[in-house]
């Protein structure tokens, strides 16, 4: 029991330092806090899922601590402790802690690809949430010069705008590594498959690089339009110079295409347990 929980702790510190440094490679970053990484709370997100929800929960606690260090700068818009307390407690441990549910769905759905996809969008609507309450009730308060009741869909807005992106990002790496590796063994190994079927490896490949595809593409061509090149500020103002007539086609193609091929792929996996092949 002694050495299971030692190989348990080791593995929580691993992937914690790894998380840390997937999070630090930023593909943007937000003025106000915030930003698109290469799916940094996948770590935390597969520890969760192999050792339950109560070892996730510590874990993605000690990584939110982490990630509140890292992000001290984000403090030094306020003045008052209350509101110090208050970021820190909703931006960074309750929001990072919520990765530790990532695993929660293990049980209900056999499927490991499948479980860490929905644990992926359960850990990143929790989080996407205490974003949006700390902005409305927390961030409100900086002189952001917003109109007169605005501030709730705001903060709606600017959290989603790198929220959106970082959940296709790691949704898609979830269901990938969920494809190839058992992470119900105590040393992950690749998934066994007898007759592996070419068009459900073909579909959730490609389905994968569509996903992943979406996330970069907004990123490249939405972000940059959402901060002043003068003053660094976040900004909607210059969302009405893009070509959203060619912008807003290629994204919902390329997220509604991913869709339909992961539940294609699915959908023929089921078909071939169902007649042994």
Request: hydrophobic share 55%.
């Given at each position: 029991?002694?050495?299971s929980?030692?190989r348990?702790?080791?593995?929580?510190?691993?992937l914690?330092?790894?998380?840390?440094?997937?999070?630090?490679?930023?593909l943007?970053?937000?003025?106000?806090g915030?930003?698109?990484?290469?799916?940094?709370?996948?770590p935390i997100?597969?520890?969760?899922?192999?050792?339950?929800?109560?070892?996730?929960?510590?874990?993605?606690?000690?990584?939110?601590?982490v990630?509140?260090?890292?992000?001290?700068?984000?403090?030094?818009y306020?003045?008052?402790?209350q509101?110090?307390?208050?970021i820190i407690?909703?931006?960074?441990?309750?929001?990072?802690?919520?990765?530790?549910?990532g695993?929660?769905?293990?049980?209900?759905?056999?499927?490991?690809?499948?479980?860490?996809?929905?644990?992926?969008?359960?850990?990143?609507?929790?989080?996407y949430?205490?974003?949006?309450?700390?902005?409305?009730?927390?961030?409100?308060?900086?002189?952001?010069?917003?109109?007169?009741?605005?501030?709730?869909?705001?903060?709606i807005?600017?959290?989603?705008?790198y929220?959106?992106?970082?959940?296709i990002?790691?949704?898609?790496?979830?269901?990938?590594?969920?494809?190839?590796?058992?992470?119900?063994?105590?040393?992950?190994?690749?998934?066994?498959?007898?007759?592996?079927?070419?068009?459900?490896?073909v579909?959730?490949?490609?389905?994968?690089?569509l996903?992943?595809?979406?996330?970069?593409?907004?990123?490249?061509?939405?972000?940059?339009?959402?901060?002043?090149?003068?003053?660094?500020?976040?900004?909607?103002?210059?969302?009405?110079?893009?070509?959203?007539?060619?912008?807003?086609?290629i994204?919902?193609?390329?997220?509604?295409?991913?869709?339909?091929?992961?539940?294609?792929?699915?959908?023929?996996?089921?078909?071939?347990?169902?007649?042994?092949?």
């Amino acid at each position: 029991m002694k050495q299971s929980r030692i190989r348990i702790l080791t593995e929580c510190s691993i992937l914690i330092a790894l998380a840390s440094v997937l999070s630090v490679i930023k593909l943007v970053d937000m003025p106000y806090g915030g930003s698109v990484t290469p799916a940094a709370m996948l770590p935390i997100l597969l520890f969760a899922y192999r050792h339950g929800t109560k070892w996730g929960l510590a874990c993605a606690t000690i990584y939110g601590v982490v990630q509140q260090l890292l992000g001290l700068e984000n403090l030094s818009y306020f003045s008052t402790w209350q509101s110090v307390v208050g970021i820190i407690v909703l931006d960074y441990i309750v929001a990072y802690a919520a990765v530790g549910l990532g695993g929660i769905f293990r049980r209900a759905e056999k499927n490991q690809s499948l479980a860490l996809f929905y644990g992926s969008i359960l850990v990143c609507l929790l989080r996407y949430l205490c974003h949006v309450i700390s902005g409305a009730i927390l961030w409100a308060a900086y002189d952001f010069a917003l109109p007169e009741g605005t501030t709730v869909l705001y903060s709606i807005s600017y959290n989603a705008t790198y929220m959106l992106p970082e959940a296709i990002i790691l949704c898609a790496a979830a269901m990938y590594l969920g494809s190839v590796l058992d992470f119900s063994r105590d040393i992950p190994v690749r998934v066994r498959m007898e007759r592996p079927d070419t068009a459900v490896t073909v579909c959730r490949l490609v389905g994968g690089l569509l996903a992943v595809f979406s996330a970069v593409f907004a990123v490249m061509t939405v972000f940059p339009a959402l901060q002043d090149p003068e003053s660094g500020e976040f900004t909607f103002a210059l969302l009405d110079g893009l070509n959203w007539a060619v912008i807003a086609p290629i994204f919902c193609v390329a997220v509604v295409a991913s869709a339909v091929l992961f539940i294609v792929s699915h959908l023929r996996e089921k078909n071939n347990l169902a007649h042994g092949n």
